[in-house]
């Protein structure tokens, strides 16, 4: 493939602008490309520390991506729904949805594939049957696709943004307000690529939207109804609003409650040891064209904390 420098990163590493170029692929494996001479600006192979030109067309020889194994295995799935064209999975957290780095096995989609046999091949190979995903930290509902179709169509419906997703999230609250809307520009964080930001001056349109259903000093329970499902978007919008989600040290930070004192023993993040969202309703459009809606009570972990923030308050 072939872009063009954009203004923005003229003069910038020829590293840099590979990483946003393409914010799906590793830094590491951008750096391969370029040492095995697959990136060239006028017919020349570039060096990591190249410096390009705004304007300058480059081109990448994309290698096809690294194979996965897709080996079935008896993962243990809560599989609320199934029929012959969709599965709806209610995931545990600590979960990863599919194979990837640092996780090539012992996934959902690993599971479904010892229970259920071929999924769709919509999409990426590597990932039959994924329609959508959740963090691995994240709990909640899921749907797969079991036929093309079925992917097609519910795909479909993600991209017109016609799926009720609904997530019910922790936050330390500073000030959030009863109820609103955060709509920001959601790109790889230029400083870390393993975080997202709201706050990039190129990227994707990022709509979440909220309404506050408990205050429990020192923090909120909230409903979260995602418009748009970028990578870690409910996380990134309420730490860049200045209400991190509690658990989630990878935008906030890792704190304890001193006071009350009743909550002491709860220890840092309210004893949670990962984030604290929970994705509690999806609804879409079966392909028979029948309206489902499943709905996932909140896990022991999430409901654990809420009791104590209560019985504080109480």
């Given amino acids: 493939m072939v872009f063009t420098v954009p203004a923005e990163a003229d003069g910038v590493r020829a590293d840099r602008v590979l990483a946003d170029q393409f914010p799906d692929e590793s830094r590491a494996r951008v750096a391969v490309w370029i040492k095995d001479g697959r990136v060239r ?11 390009l030109g705004a304007g300058q067309a480059v081109e990448v020889d994309v ?11 008896p993962v243990p799935l809560d599989v609320v729904y199934a029929d012959e064209a969709v599965i709806v999975v209610d995931k545990a957290a600590g979960l990863v949805v599919h194979p990837g780095a640092g996780n090539p096995d012992g996934t959902v989609l690993n599971g479904l594939l010892h229970r259920f046999g071929a999924l769709s091949n919509v999409g990426a190979p590597e990932r039959p049957g994924v329609v959508h995903r959740i963090d691995a930290g994240t709990s909640g509902l899921l749907v797969f696709a079991r036929t093309d179709a079925a992917h097609q169509h519910l795909a479909r419906q993600f991209a017109a943004h016609t799926i009720d997703r609904r997530y019910l999230a922790l936050a330390w609250d500073h000030g959030l307000a009863d109820a609103g809307t955060i709509e920001t520009t959601h790109a790889r964080d230029p400083h870390d690529r393993r975080r997202f930001t709201g706050r990039a001056d190129h990227g994707k349109r990022a709509v979440t939207h909220w309404t506050v259903l408990e205050r429990l000093p020192p923090c909120v329970w909230v409903e979260v109804r995602l418009e748009t ?13 200045g209400h991190p989600l509690v658990g989630d040290v ?10 009350p004192p009743a909550l002491r023993h709860l220890g840092f993040e309210l004893g949670l ?17 029948r309206h489902l809606v499943f709905e996932s009570p909140v896990p022991a972990d999430i409901a654990a904390a809420l009791a104590a923030l209560r019985g504080v308050g109480g």
């Fill in 41 to 51: 600006v006028e017919g020349r192979a570039v060096r990591p520390s190249t410096a």
């Fill in 63 to 73: 290698p096809p991506p690294p194979t996965v194994e897709l080996a079935p295995q």
């Fill in 229 to 241: 499902g970028r990578t870690h978007q409910i996380r990134v919008h309420f730490a860049e609003a």
């Fill in 250 to 259: 990878t935008y906030g930070r890792r704190r304890r409650i001193e006071r």
């Fill in 273 to 289: 040891a990962r984030q604290a969202l929970h994705a509690a309703r999806l609804g879409f459009e079966h392909p028979d064209g």
